[in-house]
């Protein structure tokens, strides 16, 4: 009776065993909410475009025009790639004139972590921030960035964007 129980105990727990340690790798589906036209207005008054298209082969490209009044104040691109390691997160930014922010071969890396029903949840490579993307509506979703506080990841809305129709 005692072996039967350990070989039922042992068939019931393998299956959570084996998914807790095989963490996913996110695919375009995870992400798809943001495909569109976006725009924001930060806290500070400053607009936010943002375009992401459609996937094509293993990617998704996006990119945003961030101004200052009537003035360009940054530009990021985005490119979420489907790797043998999972979906990535690559973003690059640029001052105006496209000069580059970051080294020309060294973009901000976020490996993805988690998705639910409208949200997906990155990494940054380093492990010391999180960025989700949060769908609060069919035509709204916001890009919250994350960082741990007493063991908890608490996330602050960056942007908040509304679809263009």
């Known amino acids: 009776m005692k072996n039967i129980f350990t070989v039922l105990l042992f068939i019931c727990l393998l299956p959570a065993a084996i998914f807790a340690q095989t963490p996913s790798k996110g695919s375009f589906a995870d992400i798809s909410f943001i495909e569109g036209h976006w725009k924001a207005i930060t806290e500070d008054g400053r607009a936010i475009e943002a375009v992401w298209l459609s996937p094509a082969g293993d990617n998704i490209l996006g990119f945003m025009r961030m101004m200052n009044g009537d003035k360009a ?21 640029f001052k105006p004139g496209l000069i580059g922010v970051e080294e020309k071969d060294n973009p901000n890396r976020y490996v993805f972590i988690e998705a639910g029903k409208g949200r997906a949840v990155f990494q940054s490579v380093a492990g010391d921030l999180r960025i989700l993307y949060d769908q609060r509506s069919s035509n709204q979703f916001a890009i919250a960035r994350g960082s741990k506080e007493n063991n908890q990841w608490i996330f602050k809305d960056l942007f908040v964007f509304d679809k263009v129709r």
């Open 73 to 93: 104040d940054l530009y990021e691109m985005l490119a979420y790639e489907q790797s043998d390691q999972g979906l990535v997160s690559l973003v690059k930014h």
